[in-house]
């Protein structure tokens, strides 16, 4: 009994990390798919793709559920995937939907996240589900994964990047989803800017989520107290080694390469 | 007869836009790889693999020669697939560093691209081709190509950017070659912060390079006055089409999606 959790890239490590906090147990395959990241601008119908191909992967490897730790492929491909196959699996924009109804006071919700995903109007409907009454602004953002993967965490530059986006919504908003996986690592930088506006990471209520799921369909095993996670990438094993760090806020050992 | 021109995506345009003007009746067969763009953060091996399917989609069509628009592939692949196939192929990376030998005063040349052309030292090695006594420095702009293709070409925003990359550079070069496809877009905004630096795009001495070329193996046509260029993408036409005109200034009509 296992989990899959993939990404298109190092991303999805944000909800990896969350998962790994509620569930230590568990044996857990992660794949990220870095020879064609980055998804975020790319095609509904090619994503899709993408994401039946590393199901397909995963559910070899003999997982029982798997988590989409990527918004614009939850964005995208959930629906279709979850028609397609059979075991649980589960995005990140439900969760962070819902977080963010609970979190509002004043109903007026941000919602920032890659080309695709905005485009998707995916975190509208599921904010929408919960209630009616909500004013949602969205954005994309598409210079934050850049700026993330370069480090760029703090100081003039990235404050100017943020800025950019972010400025209209200071008088709006008083939650903000941060709708890619990316995301998580500006939340500092975003925080110092705009102290007011409380933050929305959907990792967290992701990794609950699965939780309560796997114990509902009875797939929780509890069996693999000191088992590593499986990583898997489509390119650059020591790329991946390097910066994921930055991300998971642990060493990872070893990375196989796959070809989908 | 004809001639096969790609690129990772979109930045390979302003290479054909200065194909277009000095061979304006060739048949040309572009290929933009826009489902796995972008390739300047990924491995040899994989740019290797994905150049050579491109090229043999290419030759399919009958193109007599390949021009390799994309610093990167050029970088990574142009060897390889010169041994491979019989074809002329030719990059852009030896007539920029031609360029600019031609073009420095103080033997000062700053070369900025993508990670893995920076990392390759594939300038480097052209330009010492020409002269020993220059000195190189390079930096990889990673922020560049997201801000160029999101439009982002003057302003605050660019311009800390191109300040976070380039202000080590200004005390010490006078020519700076714009190592990947995207730059030129980005030209304007480098002259103004730095008017003494003399700009050198290889694009242009690219497209004479190709015409030398096909003239000695004399397979220079002249046959298709009135010819528009074929385009094929990978993902998103629509997109291709959009951000296309940007780079080549002038209307794209039809775009054809494959899948490689």
Chains 1, 2 share one sequence.
Do not use: W
């Not at 959790?5 to 969350?18: R, Y």
């Not at 598409?142 to 100081?155: D, K, M, N, R, Y």
């Not at 800017?193 to 799921?213: F, M, N, Q, S």
């Amino acid at each position: 009994m296992s989990i899959g959790v993939f990404d298109s890239g190092i991303g999805g490590l944000t909800v990896l990390k969350e998962i790994r906090k509620v569930l230590p147990n568990e044996r857990i395959y992660y794949l990220g798919d870095t020879a064609r990241v980055p998804y975020g601008e790319k095609t509904k119908e090619l994503i899709i793709g993408y994401s039946k191909e590393i199901v397909e992967f995963l559910l070899e490897k003999g997982v029982n559920a798997i988590v989409v730790a990527c918004n614009t492929a939850t964005a995208l491909a959930l629906k279709e995937l979850k028609e397609i196959f059979k075991v649980p699996i589960i995005g990140v924009i439900e969760a962070g939907a819902r977080t963010a109804i609970n979190t509002t006071k004043n109903r007026k919700i941000g919602v920032i996240g890659t080309k695709a995903t905005i485009k998707s109007g995916k975190y509208e409907e599921e904010i929408r589900h919960y209630r009616i009454d909500v004013e949602i602004f969205q954005k994309a953002c598409p210079l934050f994964v850049p700026a993330v993967e370069e480090g760029i965490l703090s100081g003039k530059l990235v404050n100017q990047i943020i800025k950019t986006y972010l400025d209209d919504f200071k008088e709006k908003i008083d939650t903000l989803i941060l709708g890619c996986t990316h995301y998580p690592l500006l939340k500092d930088a975003i925080n110092k800017l705009y102290p007011d506006i409380e933050i929305v990471d959907p990792a967290k209520e992701t990794a609950l989520d699965l939780k309560d799921i796997l114990k509902k369909e009875k797939l929780l095993k509890n069996d693999a107290p000191n088992e590593k996670v499986k990583y898997y990438v489509t390119d650059g094993k020591e790329k991946f080694k390097k910066i994921g760090i930055m991300f998971l806020e642990e060493n990872i050992q070893k990375v196989e390469l796959i070809r989908l």
